[in-house]
């Protein structure tokens, strides 16, 4: 079993910049891959960003490449989602997810555990 536990969310004006984190607890952090996804209001849930397990492999959604950047720390049993030059459409609930391997089927929500997601709202 895994916890994950999402925090850094809030409200910011485009352009801006936020830094998620999310803390896992549970069983080993190391083992899994750590994927970011995010649901707007009456939009499906969409994939983000994804970590291999030693941070060797990321991989970004075409609408947030060069403006987001995920890592992680192993020692801390925490991944991050920095966000930067924001915009009104990134506005959504951001999830981490976990699963034991990045694969080729790490865009799906086919992930095993989820965190209780943290809201982020741009406004224009």
């Known amino acids: 079993q895994v916890q994950l536990v999402e925090s850094g969310g809030g409200l910011v004006q485009a352009g801006g910049s936020l830094r998620l984190s999310c803390a896992a607890s549970g069983r080993t952090f190391s083992g899994y891959a750590m994927g970011w996804f995010r649901q707007a209001p009456g939009k499906e849930r969409e994939f983000v960003a994804v970590?291999?397990?030693?941070?060797?492999?990321?991989s970004y959604a075409d609408s947030v490449t060069g403006r987001f950047t995920i890592s992680r720390d192993n020692a801390k049993n925490t991944v991050y989602l920095q966000m930067n030059s924001l915009k009104p459409e990134d506005t959504a609930i951001y999830y981490c997810a976990a699963r034991r391997t990045m694969g080729d089927n790490y865009k799906s929500s086919r992930y095993d555990y989820w965190g209780q997601g943290t809201q982020v709202t741009v406004s224009s």
């Open positions: 970590i291999s397990r030693g941070s060797s492999i990321t």
